[in-house]
T-cell receptor, first 113, second 116 residues
Framework: DAKTTQPNSMESNEEEPVHLPCNHS???????IHWYRQLPSQGPEYVIH???SNVNNRMASLAIAEDRKSSTLILHRATLRDAAVYYC??????????????FGTGTLLAVQP | DAGITQSPRHKVTETGTPVTLRCHQT?????MYWYRQDPGHGLRLIHY???????DKGEVSDGYSVSRSKTEDFLLTLESATSSQTSVYFC???????????????FGEGSRLTVL
């Protein structure tokens, strides 16, 4: 499975945008980029995913570099509830794929009031 | 919220005893997974299932076995629990019957296991 690299931690102020980077230089053509987050004492929850084009949903935006070797999760206005560990994960969508996700250690986002 | 329930949610046991954790889903999803989470390691995949009676190993499968006799239940068994298996265990499900497969995983609330 291709690996991802994320900063261990980041800080943001409430109501400001947050850009969470992820490097995945060994990504293959069939790998989707997934982002999950884990709030304290909860299981991870899906945030967003994409393949080549930038994606937007109600939670966040995903900006994917043209060469797909990096991506950025964008929270447009951070709230205190966004304080969590954010995981960037590559999912193989090729033949026989089983949707299994291999998590790294993620980025711990702290949001200051 | 996806219909996933894990049981028990908390368990304390002694070294050498068998332990079974149950994951139950009401979504009729094809894929089910067991992860463990420990400080400094993030989530690690133990075993997963891609259908009834179809299972495979993940990253950290030693000391664990699984069974899936019906779509809705995925059991994780520690045959002889050790202190190194003290952890929080998460079950996840994925896949829509007859529909597009986005690969999104839905996680349960976790089961905290302490092995003394």
């Amino acid at each position: 499975d291709a690996k991802t690299t994320q900063p261990n931690s980041m800080e943001s102020n409430e109501e400001e945008p947050v850009h969470l980077p992820c490097n995945h230089s060994t990504i293959s053509g069939t790998d989707y980029i997934h982002w999950y987050r884990q709030l304290p004492s909860q299981g991870p929850e899906y945030v967003i995913h994409g393949l080549t084009s930038n994606v937007n949903n109600r939670m966040a935006s995903l900006a994917i570099a043209e060469d797909r070797k990096s991506s950025t999760l964008i929270l447009h206005r951070a709230t205190l509830r966004d304080a969590a560990v954010y995981y960037c994960i590559l999912r193989d969508s090729g033949g026989g794929a089983t949707n299994k996700l291999i998590f790294g250690t993620g980025t711990l986002l702290a949001v200051q009031p | 919220d996806a219909g996933i329930t894990q049981s028990p949610r908390h368990k304390v046991t002694e070294t050498g005893t068998p332990v079974t954790l149950r994951c139950h889903q009401t979504e009729n999803h094809r894929y089910m997974y067991w992860y463990r989470q420990d400080p400094g390691h993030g989530l690690r995949l133990i075993h997963y299932s891609y259908g009834v009676k179809d299972t495979d190993k993940g990253e950290v499968s030693d000391g664990y076995s699984v069974s899936r006799s019906k779509t809705e239940d995925f059991l994780l068994t520690l045959e002889s629990a050790t202190s190194s298996q003290t952890s929080v265990y998460f079950c996840a499900i994925s896949g829509n019957r007859g529909g597009p497969n986005t690969g999104e995983l839905f996680f349960g609330e976790g089961s905290r296991l302490t092995v003394l």
